[in-house]
C-alpha cells in the first residue's frame, strides 16, 4: 500500500510539474478531442449545405421555373406557350411585372404567393381590374384574405385525376386532368355565386376562376373582363407531367388568352411578404407525426429502463484489502490530522461496543457522536454498573474511562466533570492500554483489583 502510494504522488508530481517547451508533448483531454471532432462534423455539414444551395441557385433549378428543365420545372410549358404567339418573360419582383404589364392583355402567373408583398397584391388587384388575368399557383388562406376574394382555402384534399364538372371552357376542352393533393377551394361569401368551381376532389374543388370587379371608368378589355385563377396544385404544369390526361391543354388554355404572359418567382424571405413562414412552416407535414412517434417510443424507453430494481446482489470487489492496512490507514489520517481526541473518542466507542456485546445488555438508538455514527449502546448508567459489578471497580472510574471527562447527554450526572486539556500521546497510549485491560477484566470476570501502574 505504501509503495502504492509513493508511486501515485509521483505521478501526480510528474503529471503536475511544468514540461519545459519543446520537452514534451501535451495530449489534449478526451473530451477536448470529442468536440473537435463534433465541430468539424459541423462545419463540413455547413460548407456541404451551402455549397449545394450555391449550386442549386446557380443552376436554375428552383421549382415551377420556367427557365428550368428539372422535373420540377415549367420550361416545357414556357415553350409551348410560346408556340401559341404568346411572349413569355420572367421576372422576381411583382411590382415590376405589375407596373411595366398592358393590363388589357396580359397574364400574370404568380407562384408561391405568399412570399408576395401586401402592397404588390394590392396592385395586382387593381390590374386584374383593368382586365388583367391572375393565375395564384397555391395559394395559401393569408393571400386569399389580402385580395379579399370569395373563397376559402380547406386542407389538404386527396389527390386523383377529377373531372372538370364545370362550364370553364378551358376545363372542359382539357377534361380530366392530374389535380389535388394539396390545397382545396370553397366558394363562401355573397359573392359566391359569380366563383367557378372545377375539378372537384372530394369536398372542395382544386380549381377556382373568381371574376376581378372592373375598375369604374375603364372601357371593357377585348379579351374579356379580368379574373383570378386560383390552382390548388401547380404540379400538372411541370415538366414530369405535362404530358399526362389533359394537364397540357388545360395549362396553355389558362395562360394564353392575352399575348403576354408575365411568370413571377418572389424571392424567399422578404420582409414584407404577406405570410412569412417560419422554420416549423418549412418542415414537411410528416416531421410533427415522426416527432410523436419518437416522443413515445423515449417514453416507452424511460418506463422500461426506469423500471423497479431488484435486490441487491453481492459483487466480489476487485481488490482485496486486508483489515490492518484500513486500520493503520485510518490511524495515519488521524495522525496526519493531530486528531487525537476523535481518536480517543473512537477508542471509547468501540470499547463500550465490545462491553455491550460481551454482557448482553440490551442497546438503543441515539444520535451520533463524535468518533461514531450514531450506532446503537446499551445506556450507560446501565453500562456502568455491570462493568462495576464484574470488575468491583468504582462507577466513578468505569464512566472516567469509557465515556471521558466530556461526557454526551445520555452519561449519569453524577459523573459529569468539565473537559480536560487536549488530549496528548502519552495519555492517548495510556487510554489503550487502560481500556484493554479493562475488557481483559470483565472477560474473566474474577479479577477485581486494579494493577498498580
Known amino acids: 500500500m505504501s509503495s502504492q502510494i509513493a508511486s501515485s504522488q509521483v505521478t501526480v508530481s510528474q503529471a503536475a510539474a511544468p514540461q519545459a517547451p519543446g520537452t514534451g508533448h501535451r495530449r489534449l483531454d478526451p473530451r477536448a478531442r470529442r468536440g473537435i471532432r463534433v465541430a468539424a462534423v459541423l462545419i463540413l455539414l455547413v460548407v456541404i449545405c451551402t455549397t449545394l444551395a450555391a449550386i442549386s441557385d446557380s443552376s436554375n433549378g428552383r421549382p415551377l421555373d420556367p427557365g428550368s ?23 422576381n419582383d411583382l411590382a415590376e411585372a405589375v407596373n411595366e404589364s ?61 373531372a372538370p364538372r364545370c362550364q370553364l371552357p378551358e376545363a372542359t376542352a382539357a377534361g380530366t386532368v392530374t389535380l389535388g393533393g394539396r390545397s382545396g377551394f370553397r366558394a363562401a361569401g355573397p359573392d359566391a355565386a359569380e366563383v ?20 369604374p371608368g ?81 417514453v416507452v424507453l424511460a418506463l422500461w429502463r426506469g423500471r423497479r430494481l431488484g435486490p441487491p446482489v453481492p459483487e466480489p470487489l476487485p481488490v482485496v484489502v486486508r483489515a490492518a492496512e484500513t486500520v493503520e490507514g485510518r490511524g495515519r489520517l488521524y495522525a496526519a490530522a493531530q486528531a487525537r481526541d476523535l481518536a480517543a473518542a473512537v477508542l471509547r466507542a468501540t ?25 446503537p449502546e446499551a445506556d450507560p448508567t446501565a453500562l456502568v454498573a455491570s462493568v462495576a459489578a464484574r470488575t468491583g471497580r468504582s462507577p466513578m472510574e468505569i464512566t472516567l474511562l469509557l465515556y ?22 502519552e495519555a492517548l497510549v495510556a487510554l489503550v492500554d487502560q481500556l484493554d485491560a479493562l475488557d481483559r477484566q470483565v472477560a474473566a470476570g474474577s479479577d477485581r483489583q486494579v494493577a498498580a501502574g
Not at 397584391?121 to 381590374?129: K, P, Q, T, V
Not at 367557378?196 to 375598375?215: D, E, F, I, K, M
Not at 396553355?252 to 405570410?275: C, E, F, K
Request: net charge neutral; with cysteine.
Open 404 to 425: 471521558g471527562s466530556g461526557m454526551s447527554q445520555d452519561a449519569p450526572a453524577a459523573v459529569r466533570t468539565a473537559p480536560t486539556a487536549e488530549v496528548t500521546d
Open 102 to 162: 398592358d393590363p388589357a392583355d396580359v397574364t400574370i402567373v404568380l407562384t408561391h404567393p405568399q412570399r408576395a408583398p401586401g402592397q404588390a397584391l394590392d396592385g395586382l388587384a387593381h390590374l386584374a381590374g383593368q382586365g388583367a388575368d391572375v393565375v395564384l399557383l397555391e395559394p395559401g388562406a393569408t393571400v386569399v384574405d389580402a385580395l379579399d376574394l370569395p373563397v376559402t382555402v380547406t386542407g389538404r384534399v386527396p389527390s386523383g385525376t377529377p
Open 351 to 375: 470499547a463500550r461496543g465490545r462491553l455491550t456485546e460481551r454482557l448482553g445488555l440490551p442497546t438503543r438508538a441515539r444520535p451520533a457522536r463524535p468518533g461514531d455514527a450514531g450506532q
Open 218 to 298: 375603364r372601357p371593357p378589355a377585348p379579351s374579356g373582363p379580368g379574373r383570378f385563377v386560383l390552382v390548388g396544385n401547380a404540379g400538372f404544369m411541370t415538366n414530369d407531367r405535362l404530358d399526362e390526361q389533359g394537364n397540357a391543354a388545360l395549362a396553355i388554355g389558362l395562360l394564353n388568352r392575352h399575348r403576354t404572359l408575365s411568370w413571377v418567382t418572389p424571392q424567399l424571405g422578404a420582409p414584407d411578404a404577406v405570410a412569412r413562414r417560419s422554420l416549423l412552416d418549412l418542415l414537411p407535414d410528416r416531421v410533427p407525426l415522426a416527432c410523436l412517434q419518437l416522443g413515445l417510443a423515449m
Open 196 to 215: 367557378t368551381t372545377c375539378y372537384p376532389v372530394g369536398s372542395a374543388s382544386a380549381l377556382v376562376v373568381v371574376p376581378a370587379p372592373r375598375t
Open 69 to 91: 428543365a428539372d422535373p420540377d420545372g415549367t420550361m416545357a410549358l414556357a415553350r409551348l406557350v410560346q408556340a401559341h404567339g404568346v411572349a413569355v418573360t420572367s421576372t
